[in-house]
Antibody
Framework: EVQLVESGGYLVQPGGSLRLSCAAS????????MTWVRQAPGKGLEWVAN????????YYVDSVEGRFTISRDDAKNSVYLQMNSLRAEDTAIYYC??????????????WGRGTTVTVSS | DIQMTQSPSSLSASVGDRVTITCRAS??????LNWYQQKPGKAPQLLIY???TLQSGVPSRFSGSGSGTDFTLTISSLQPEDFATYYC???????????FGPGTKVDFK
């Protein structure tokens, strides 16, 4: 079964750091881009970051550029999101998703259940 | 940056209704448009990619159309399990950037 399982969400103070993990199974992890998407309470979806198959390209939404770092370990079938200098507006459910390229289209076809990050004093 | 809008922001419908949701991009994105469904407390699920291609396993009552700046998601006959929030997403500027629309919530009339 193709599956993504996130972990690492926690309550953290403003200015603090957190590292999210996403464990993949059921597919050849190294063949796919991976993505983090977040959803603030009661709000819509926001793309956060992408990482290429070999980790050579990484992209971020402007609001997290310089604070968040996406990385991957293909030996562990895992993707990570290191979050530093956290702000209240980073409070959200963070979803890990698989990026697929098919028929010229890039889309997210497998999603984890999410992990909750709360930034509050 | 490409901005996405959706209309309506919410709608009320009954089982069996035909439902249409519109998504508009701030510039032409060809057919680089995806649709996702999200039920309360659940992760999003891919419905349609490349504007009109149905994801495997998605019922045929869902369809997508459009190109350029204007796109439509249609549910031909609304079923009880379709009450959810629907998001469009542009992938024209991917992988550098993805942008989601604000969502359209479909609930019971």
């Amino acid at each position: 079964e193709v599956q993504l399982v996130e972990s690492g969400g926690y309550l953290v103070q403003p200015g603090g750091s957190l590292r999210l993990s996403c464990a993949a199974s059921g597919f050849t992890f190294s063949s796919y881009w991976m993505t983090w998407v977040r959803q603030a309470p009661g709000k819509g979806l926001e793309w956060v970051a992408n990482i290429k198959r070999d980790g050579s390209e990484k992209y971020y939404v402007d609001s997290v550029e310089g604070r968040f770092t996406i990385s991957r370990d293909d030996a562990k079938n895992s993707v990570y999101l290191q979050m530093n200098s956290l702000r209240a507006e980073d409070t959200a459910i963070y979803y890990c998703a698989r990026g697929t390229y098919l028929l010229g289209s890039r889309h997210m076809d497998v999603w984890g259940r999410g992990t909750t990050v709360t930034v509050s004093s | 940056d490409i901005q996405m809008t959706q209309s309506p922001s919410s709608l009320s419908a009954s089982v069996g209704d035909r439902v249409t949701i519109t998504c508009r991009a701030s510039q032409s994105i060809s057919t680089y448009l995806n649709w996702y469904q999200q039920k309360p407390g659940k992760a999003p699920q891919l419905l349609i990619y490349a504007a009109s291609t149905l994801q495997s396993g998605v019922p045929s009552r869902f369809s997508g159309s459009g190109s350029g700046t204007d796109f439509t998601l249609t549910i031909s006959s609304l079923q009880p399990e379709d009450f959810a929030t629907y998001y469009c997403q542009q992938s024209y500027s991917a992988p550098r950037e993805f942008t989601f629309g604000p969502g359209t919530k479909v609930d019971f009339k």
